[in-house]
């Protein structure tokens, strides 16, 4: 296996000192509006590089997760309207390292924030618990997908430039922090994309940036709609769009479904 655990961490202490530059490059401002000062922001580093090597608990993850719920939806599916984004099945290292960057700023979703918040200062074992959680429930058998125009364009575009780092199938690879994206809501995709291509999504791969930098709208179109046509393995999906979550009891209120 070449996968060591150290080269895991190597890899992330990399991505890590990319946040972090691009952080104390950034205003006093900055730092202030987010809210997090130098010192927070270490104990931060700590609890998610713990959190990567903890052995989880699905079982307190469960109930943590029931924060997570009234938006991501009780089984992690999110909206179709791609205003949630599915999280179930994704890899727990990415969920782990996105709520980082969700609570350091880098992505723009202060709704979640209140969310995350308490279950980060629970420490790395609850982030570890939350997201072992998640990626292991099944994950939605119908996303919403394009308007399927120009699907081999799409492909075109996919394997010349995201293929490399989220695989032929769109699965990601958990130790390298590269996202599973298939099977994920068609406008949730194309809005990521134009965020992490203006900018505006700002923990984004610095070579996933240039590659999109020469993509235009209707590239973005097309591969989104590729993306979100790209089958998980049978293995991951549930077995009906009707599956309900178990863990959570009948009438539990999520977010509107749209
Ligand atoms: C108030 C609603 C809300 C709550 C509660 C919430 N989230 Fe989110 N979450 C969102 C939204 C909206 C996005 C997408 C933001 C964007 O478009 O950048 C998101 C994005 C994410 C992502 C990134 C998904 C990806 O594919 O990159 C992860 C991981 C995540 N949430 C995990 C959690 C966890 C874990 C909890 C519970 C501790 C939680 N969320 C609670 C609204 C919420
Ligand atoms: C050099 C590796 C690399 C390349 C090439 C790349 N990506 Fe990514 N991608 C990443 C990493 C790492 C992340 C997670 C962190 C981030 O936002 O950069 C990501 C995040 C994403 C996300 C957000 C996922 C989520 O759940 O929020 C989408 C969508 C995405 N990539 C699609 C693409 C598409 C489409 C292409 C090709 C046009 C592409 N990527 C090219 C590495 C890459």
Known sequence: MHNSSGEVMNN????LMNVKMKFFFSTVGMVLAFNVNAAQLADLDVTIQ????????????KALYRNCAVCHSPE???????????IAGQHKS???KQLEDIQLGNRDNPTMRPFADPVIKLGSQAVADVAAYISQLPMVPENSVGYGAQ?????????????????????????KFYPRIQGQHFNYLKRQLHWIKTGKRRNADIKMVKQLRDFSLQDIDLVSDYVSRLRPDK???????????PDF??????APRN
């Open 249 to 254: 009891r009948k009438g539990f209120r999520a």
């Open 76 to 86: 992690g599916w999110g909206t179709s309207s791609g205003h949630f984004p599915q």
């Open 12 to 15: 992330y202490l990399k991505r």
């Open 94 to 96: 990415v969920i782990i």
């Open 235 to 245: 293995s991951l999906t549930a077995k009906s769009i009707h599956w309900k979550n």
């Open 151 to 175: 699907l081999d364009r799409g492909k075109e575009l996919y394997e010349e430039n995201c293929k490399q780092c989220h695989k032929e199938n769109g699965e990601g690879k958990a130790d």
């Open 50 to 61: 713990q959190a990567i090597s903890a052995t989880p608990n699905i079982e307190k993850g």
